[in-house]
């Protein structure tokens, strides 16, 4: 499986103000995601992050909240923006190989983001 | 009606005996089932997935699959308190979107 790793692991931010985590995967993968998970709550698909082109966000979501840029088949970048208490979560990167029916998806380390 | 659903418990079980973790599914075009591990504060690592009917081993686990009744089931023989953490049940359907629908999970606990 690959090996995701995500920066930062965990911040504290102010309201009003903006974060980007980044998502490094050591092999190339075909499928980049973002997750949400709200304490005690399961995860929930913020958005596909598409090389090349515009990221597919997941209902309730919108770019200009938390644009996404994904440059390469290694790398994606999530930004949480004009920061609120309600976006305190942990952000999870989850990538594929590829999109077949039997291609598994793998989790990066996540960030915990805490909003005041 | 949720498309995969978990009973959240928790599941309490003593050190040693098989934990029994169930998942149902809606949607019968559904093809590949996955079990994650999460353990509170960490991310979901995959545990096992399971593609056909029957039976899977690997080690202590067990993921069994019914099609026709819709549910998929995780095995932990020989549990640990090590083995307490949250499973998440997800599930992706042949023909559409290449992105697993994930139950809420069933949090699992072992005492010694």
């Known amino acids: 499986s690959a090996v995701i790793s995500q920066k930062p692991s965990r911040d504290i931010c102010q309201r009003g103000t903006s974060l980007t985590i980044q998502c490094q995967v050591d092999?190339?993968?075909?499928?980049m995601f973002w997750y949400r998970q709200q304490p005690g709550q399961s995860l929930t698909l913020i958005a596909t992050?598409?090389?090349?082109?515009?990221?597919?966000?997941e209902s309730g979501f919108v770019i200009d909240k938390f644009p996404i840029s994904r440059p390469n088949l290694t790398f994606s970048t999530l930004t949480v923006s004009n920061m609120s208490p309600e976006d305190s979560s942990i952000y999870l990167c989850?990538?594929?190989?590829?999109?077949?029916?039997?291609?598994?998806?793998?989790f990066g380390p996540g960030t915990r983001l805490t909003v005041l | 009606q949720k498309e995969v659903e978990q009973n959240s418990g928790p599941l309490s079980v003593p050190e040693g005996a098989i934990a029994s973790l169930n998942c149902t599914y809606s949607d019968r075009g559904s093809q590949s089932f996955f079990w994650y591990r999460q353990y509170s504060g960490k991310s979901p690592e995959l545990i096992m997935s399971i593609y056909s009917n029957g039976d899977k081993e690997d080690g202590r686990f067990t993921a069994q699959l019914n099609k026709a009744s819709q549910y998929v089931s995780l095995l932990i023989r020989d549990s640990q308190p090590s083995d307490s953490a949250t499973y998440l049940c997800a599930v992706k359907r042949r023909g559409g979107s290449y992105i697993p629908t994930f139950g809420r999970g069933t949090s699992l606990i072992v005492h010694p």
């Open positions: 989850s990538v594929a190989s590829d999109r077949g029916i039997t291609d598994t998806q793998y």
């Open positions: 092999s190339q993968v075909t499928m």
């Open positions: 992050a598409n090389q090349g082109s515009e990221a597919t966000y």
